[in-house]
């Protein structure tokens, strides 16, 4: 795939501190309609694969207007990071990312 960002764009990936490849818990929430989780998991499918053996968990609020999605990954890098918050961002459904 390539990249959507022009090449000065691209991210210094010594501006973290985090050591990749990494263990990374990416979190989304947005309301609670039929196949938000879906969506979430397609979004962060299209940049990494889901760490095995940790499932993807979903959490209603307290009068279940809103859900939280939470998909672990095995981060690959900062740019790779970056992208996936981008789109679950840009997307209309998607109303908070962690």
Same mark, same amino acid.
């Given at each position: 795939?390539?990249?959507?960002? /022009? /090449?000065?764009?691209? &991210?210094?990936?010594?501006?973290?501190?985090?050591?990749? $490849?990494?263990?990374? /818990?990416?979190?989304?929430?947005?309301?609670?309609? $039929?196949?938000? @989780?879906?969506? %979430?998991?397609?979004? =962060?499918?299209?940049?990494?694969? &889901?760490? $095995?053996?940790? /499932? =993807?968990?979903?959490?209603?609020?307290?009068?279940?207007?809103?859900?939280? %999605?939470? %998909?672990? &990954?095995?981060? @690959?890098?900062?740019?790779?990071?970056?992208?996936?918050? @981008?789109?679950?961002?840009?997307?209309?459904? =998607?109303? =908070?990312?962690?």
């Amino acid at each position: 795939m390539a990249s959507r960002y /022009p /090449p000065e764009q691209e &991210i210094n990936e010594s501006e973290t501190l985090l050591e990749f $490849p990494c263990k990374f /818990p990416l979190k989304a929430m947005g309301r609670n309609d $039929p196949g938000f @989780q879906t969506l %979430v998991e397609k979004i =962060v499918l299209t940049h990494a694969d &889901i760490y $095995p053996d940790e /499932p =993807v968990t979903t959490s209603s609020s307290s009068a279940g207007k809103y859900l939280s %999605v939470t %998909v672990t &990954i095995e981060a @690959q890098s900062k740019t790779q990071l970056d992208r996936i918050y @981008q789109d679950l961002t840009d997307c209309g459904q =998607v109303l =908070v990312a962690l």
